[in-house]
Nanobody
């Protein structure tokens, strides 16, 4: 079992920044790949960014490339999502997810563990 707790969401103006964090417990953190997903009202959950269990490989959606950066600290069992140049269309509930794999899947079906989500609202 893996428990995930997100933090860092909030309200920000367009062009601003936020940093999301996710704390993991229950399993050796370096044995799991991590991902961030988001879900806006009326839309499906979508992949935002993922990071391999070593932290050496990352991937992100085209919509956030060059604006969002995923990172992890295996010593602290945390994964972060630095979000810059935020846009109103980034407004969503953001979820942290864990997969017992080397590399992070881009499909939500590839993840077996999810956090409760944190709201990010970007005003125009």
């Amino acid at each position: 079992q893996v428990q995930l707790v997100e933090s860092g969401g909030g309200l920000v103006q367009a062009g601003g920044s936020l940093r999301l964090s996710c704390a993991a417990s229950g399993r050796t953190f370096s044995s799991i790949a991590m991902g961030w997903f988001r879900q806006a009202p009326g839309k499906e959950r979508e992949f935002v960014a993922g990071i391999s269990r070593s932290g050496l490989n990352t991937g992100s959606a085209d919509s956030v490339k060059d604006r969002f950066t995923i990172s992890r600290d295996n010593a602290k069992s945390t994964v972060n999502l630095q979000m810059n140049s935020l846009r109103p269309e980034d407004t969503a509930v953001y979820y942290c997810a864990a997969a017992i794999t080397i590399f992070p899947p881009r499909s939500a079906d590839g993840y077996g563990y999810w956090g409760q989500g944190t709201q990010v609202t970007v005003s125009s």
